[in-house]
């Protein structure tokens, strides 16, 4: 079972938006609304920002947005701010009855 | 609110077993699901298996054959057994509460700060 295609990395400037990719296939993220995002700063623990696809966790803010079209999900920020900078991981629920992590975004604010 | 700490040794020989224990502050494991989770240095997130707080189990397939979850509900406690260790289980590992009370989500909404094990001899 291979891990979730995402890419190695994505940068973009202050205030601007941009969309972190996480492909599976038919048997997780096509087949369930149970895809997930975590935000991931060093030396810290991960922290849900998303959950069944879209939705987002209380005091997340608004400009964290996800969504799903076949075997793709998507993360998008908006409004990029400098702390946004860190790790971000997507996840499914699978049909093997486990869950399935991306292989990671590392995010930079230029 | 609810918190997660990990314990355990840090350090485990090659073949050993590992055993690490999660203890729950400001709420009960009995309700959601309990799951570790771990990281490999430089690598990505890994997950381990759950614990319903019925006891039901479910496990990694890759990693089936060598886990064990387990809980304490005395201790307000849950365990992770990971036997035949390698090289390769050297990681952060991570206990984390799925946020579906009654059903899982694979949406981990409180998490530990994770606990560095080394398999060396």
């Known amino acids: 079972q291979s891990a979730l295609t995402q890419p190695a990395s994505v940068s973009g400037s202050p205030g601007q938006s941009i969309t972190i990719s996480c492909t599976g296939t038919?048997?997780?993220?096509?087949?369930?609304?149970?895809v997930s995002w975590y935000q991931h700063h060093p030396d810290t623990a991960p922290k849900l920002i998303i959950y069944e696809v879209s939705n987002r966790p209380s005091g997340v803010p608004d400009r964290f947005s996800g969504s799903k079209s076949g075997n793709t999900a998507s993360l998008t920020i908006s409004r990029l701010q400098a702390e946004d900078e860190a790790d971000y991981y997507c996840?499914?629920?699978?049909?093997?009855?486990?869950?399935?992590f991306g292989g990671g975004t590392k995010l930079t604010v230029l | 609110q609810v918190q997660l700490q990990e314990s355990g040794p840090g350090l485990v020989k090659p073949s050993e077993t590992l055993s690490l224990t999660c203890t729950v502050s400001g709420g009960s494991i009995s309700s959601f699901y309990w799951s570790w989770i771990r990281q490999p240095p430089g690598k990505g997130l890994e997950w381990i298996g759950y614990l319903y707080y019925s006891g039901t189990t479910n496990y990694n397939p890759s990693l089936k054959s060598r886990v064990t979850i387990s809980r304490d509900t005395s201790k307000n406690q849950f365990s992770l057994r990971l036997n035949s260790m390698t090289a390769a289980d050297t990681a952060l590992y991570y206990c984390a509460r799925d946020s579906g009370k009654y059903y899982f989500l694979g949406a981990f909404d409180i998490w530990g700060q994770g606990t560095m094990v080394t398999v060396s001899s």
């Open positions: 038919s048997s997780d993220v096509g087949n369930y609304n149970y």
């Open positions: 996840s499914s629920y699978t049909s093997s009855s486990y869950v399935l």
